[in-house]
């Protein structure tokens, strides 16, 4: 379980590395640096004219002026006061190691031309860059409207409104509106990465993804009237509370509402009813599983299934993944990859385990699907929830003294275990990577296969990476690999909690 996140793995922003300042003035006698200095002027703010207007005057004076921002500029010159949003820009338009560049404001220019020689570079001329890598902007322009590339932490300063919107988001499904209900679910999601509280006009206005309708229930009602109807309201808490149990779907929630239900005693007692074997072990463990997970028995369960995994074969590998791989301190279950390096043994290595667990009196409910995993049937252009990978749903039994700090136990309880989900899945060993970026959720993944659709014109899911221009599968051995053939920045696992 090494990848358990430390609380100081998960302090970001990271102060980005100063550029470059106060340096003694380019090097070399002052004719040499004059010729080493190649300018580029930003036409963004400044316009076209004014920019070939001071092109023209700066070449005059013997300087050089690069049209276009290539490996060859030295010192960039804009007249954009948003440091944020210049840097973005920049990002978007230039391939070389911006690092190796002064950015620079107007006035090194104006200095420059007054003295007719590049002035040296002082603090005062430097726009910083106050944007890590990619994004947690301070102005709403630079927020992508892909959440593959947004850094979004644990930490949310929109609580209140995402909560609202996932309300919102969460009816609109019960209502079978799903076109709504992704558009207020991508909403939540850009303000969850935001690393401000939303509360002016103008920033919403800018972000990706707020149509007008969200920006009114933001400024006028906030946490709305709206919301607070739908949460008193008698289907929209029926349903909720039917698909709070697991094996409980919409479907069948809708079922158990139509027909009049309304409390678990209403399901329970109706002889019509036949609860199919999930659905009897969710109802017989409500209280345990519809808790929370805590990290420390997440840790636990680790130390447990990994025992299993070794008692199995030595060259056997646990790693967790899901939310607690997203550094969340809570969840509703704990998810698992296990691999066997042995090429067709990951079947066998996942029914051993349950077999382990069940030997040791463990094992309280399993759901073994086994693999429909083949490669020859890939690329598939259809979306699919779920993976082809065999893999396990499963409640365990879990004891106290197994968890350092013991269990989350609910008040009055004086039990000394208690009922956890566990997800367990096993890709072959090529498949890794993919089955990684995948579980590692949150919705994070779904818009990193939007991305590879319109963006890249490739095809992404927890099985492979298919480049449709190449005609080819993209190898990857890492979620590096995966995000490096997609041309994105690398987002942390703590930073893709959409
Ligand atoms: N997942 C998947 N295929 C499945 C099941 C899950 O790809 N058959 C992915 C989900 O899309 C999700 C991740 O695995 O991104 C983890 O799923 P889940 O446990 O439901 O969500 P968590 O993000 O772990 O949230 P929680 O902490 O509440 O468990
Ligand atoms: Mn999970
Ligand atoms: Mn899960």
């Given at each position: 379980l090494g990848h358990a996140v430390s609380k100081?793995?998960?302090?970001?922003?990271?102060?980005?590395?100063?550029?470059?300042?106060?340096?003694?003035?380019?090097?070399?006698?002052?004719?040499?640096?004059?010729?080493?200095?190649?300018?580029?002027?930003?036409?963004?703010?400044?316009?076209?004219?004014?920019?070939?207007?001071?092109?023209?005057?700066?070449?005059?004076?013997?300087?050089?002026?690069?049209?276009?921002?290539?490996?060859?500029?030295?010192?960039?010159?804009?007249?954009?006061?948003?440091?944020?949003?210049?840097?973005?820009?920049?990002?978007?338009?230039?391939?070389?190691?911006?690092?190796?560049?002064?950015?620079?404001?107007?006035?090194?220019?104006?200095?420059?031309?007054?003295?007719?020689?590049?002035?040296?570079?002082?603090?005062?001329?430097?726009?910083?860059?106050?944007?890590?890598?990619?994004?947690?902007?301070?102005?709403?322009?630079?927020?992508?409207?892909?959440?593959?590339?947004?850094?979004?932490?644990t930490?949310?300063?929109?609580?209140?409104?995402?909560?609202?919107?996932?309300?919102?988001?969460?009816?609109?499904?019960?209502?079978?509106?799903?076109?709504?209900?992704?558009?207020?679910?991508?909403?939540?999601?850009?303000?969850?990465?935001?690393?401000?509280?939303?509360?002016?006009?103008?920033?919403?206005?800018?972000?990706?993804?707020?149509?007008?309708?969200?920006?009114?229930?933001?400024?006028?009602?906030?946490?709305?009237?709206?919301?607070?109807?739908?949460?008193?309201?008698?289907?929209?808490?029926?349903?909720?509370?039917?698909?709070?149990?697991f094996?409980?779907?919409?479907?069948?929630?809708?079922?158990?509402?139509?027909?009049?239900?309304?409390?678990?005693?209403?399901?329970?007692?109706?002889?019509?009813?036949?609860?199919?074997?999930?659905?009897?072990s969710g109802?017989?463990h409500y209280g345990d599983i519809s808790r929370a997970v805590s990290k420390a028995e997440a840790q636990a369960l680790g130390s447990i299934i990994d025992e299993a995994v070794?008692?199995?074969?030595?060259?056997?590998?646990l790693t967790l993944t899901g939310g607690f791989r997203r550094g969340k301190d809570f969840g509703h279950d704990v998810d698992f990859i296990v691999?066997?390096?042995?090429?067709?043994?990951?079947?066998?290595?996942?029914?051993?385990i349950?077999?382990?667990l069940?030997?040791q009196g463990i094992l309280l409910f399993s759901?073994?699907?086994?693999?429909?995993?083949?490669?020859?049937?890939?690329?598939?252009?259809?979306?699919?929830?779920?993976?082809?990978?065999?893999?396990c749903f499963l409640i365990l039994r879990l004891e106290g003294r197994e968890v350092e700090g013991g269990l989350c136990r609910a008040e009055?309880d004086s039990r000394d275990w208690r009922a956890v989900r566990v997800d367990l899945?096993?890709?072959?060993?090529?498949?890794?990577?993919?089955?990684?970026?995948?579980w590692?959720g949150?919705?994070?993944?779904?818009?990193?296969?939007?991305?590879?659709?319109?963006?890249?014109?490739?095809?992404?899911?927890?099985?492979?990476?298919?480049?449709?221009?190449?005609?080819?599968?993209?190898?990857?051995?890492?979620?590096?690999?995966?995000?490096?053939?997609?041309?994105?920045?690398?987002?942390?696992?703590w930073?893709?909690?959409?």
């Amino acid at each position: 379980l090494g990848h358990a996140v430390s609380k100081n793995m998960l302090r970001w922003p990271h102060p980005r590395k100063r550029l470059r300042s106060e340096e003694a003035p380019l090097a070399g006698s002052e004719k040499a640096a004059f010729g080493d200095v190649h300018i580029f002027l930003v036409e963004r703010k400044m316009g076209r004219s004014r920019r070939s207007f001071l092109t023209q005057l700066a070449r005059s004076k013997g300087f050089v002026v690069e049209d276009v921002l290539s490996d060859a500029v030295t010192h960039v010159v804009s007249e954009d006061g948003e440091a944020s949003s210049l840097w973005a820009w920049l990002k978007d338009h230039s391939r070389s190691d911006l690092s190796r560049m002064h950015v620079l404001d107007i006035s090194w220019f104006t200095d420059s031309m007054k003295e007719k020689r590049p002035v040296a570079v002082e603090t005062k001329h430097l726009i910083q860059d106050v944007l890590p890598e990619v994004s947690t902007p301070t102005s709403a322009a630079a927020v992508s409207q892909y959440a593959c590339q947004r850094r979004t932490t644990t930490e949310n300063h929109n609580k209140n409104l995402t909560d609202a919107f996932e309300v919102l988001a969460e009816n609109y499904e019960f209502n079978g509106m799903e076109g709504q209900c992704l558009a207020f679910r991508r909403a939540a999601s850009v303000l969850k990465s935001l690393s401000w509280e939303v509360r002016s006009s103008e920033r919403v206005h800018e972000l990706p993804c707020l149509g007008e309708t969200m920006e009114e229930l933001i400024l006028q009602y906030g946490r709305s009237f709206e919301v607070n109807k739908i949460l008193s309201d008698e289907r929209y808490q029926t349903l909720k509370l039917f698909t709070s149990v697991f094996g409980v779907g919409l479907k069948t929630a809708e079922k158990w509402y139509r027909r009049g239900l309304r409390t678990f005693p209403d399901v329970l007692e109706e002889p019509s009813i036949h609860l199919n074997r999930m659905q009897q072990s969710g109802f017989l463990h409500y209280g345990d599983i519809s808790r929370a997970v805590s990290k420390a028995e997440a840790q636990a369960l680790g130390s447990i299934i990994d025992e299993a995994v070794h008692a199995i074969t030595p060259d056997g590998t646990l790693t967790l993944t899901g939310g607690f791989r997203r550094g969340k301190d809570f969840g509703h279950d704990v998810d698992f990859i296990v691999t066997t390096p042995e090429r067709g043994q990951e079947e066998r290595l996942l029914t051993s385990i349950i077999q382990h667990l069940k030997q040791q009196g463990i094992l309280l409910f399993s759901d073994y699907q086994s693999s429909s995993f083949d490669m020859s049937k890939l690329p598939s252009h259809r979306f699919e929830a779920m993976d082809h990978f065999a893999k396990c749903f499963l409640i365990l039994r879990l004891e106290g003294r197994e968890v350092e700090g013991g269990l989350c136990r609910a008040e009055g309880d004086s039990r000394d275990w208690r009922a956890v989900r566990v997800d367990l899945v096993s890709p072959p060993p090529d498949r890794f990577a993919f089955t990684l970026l995948g579980w590692t959720g949150s919705r994070f993944e779904r818009d990193l296969r939007r991305f590879a659709r319109l963006e890249r014109r490739m095809l992404l899911d927890n099985h492979a990476l298919f480049d449709k221009t190449k005609k080819e599968f993209l190898a990857a051995t890492t979620e590096k690999d995966i995000f490096a053939h997609l041309g994105l920045e690398y987002i942390e696992p703590w930073q893709r909690n959409a």
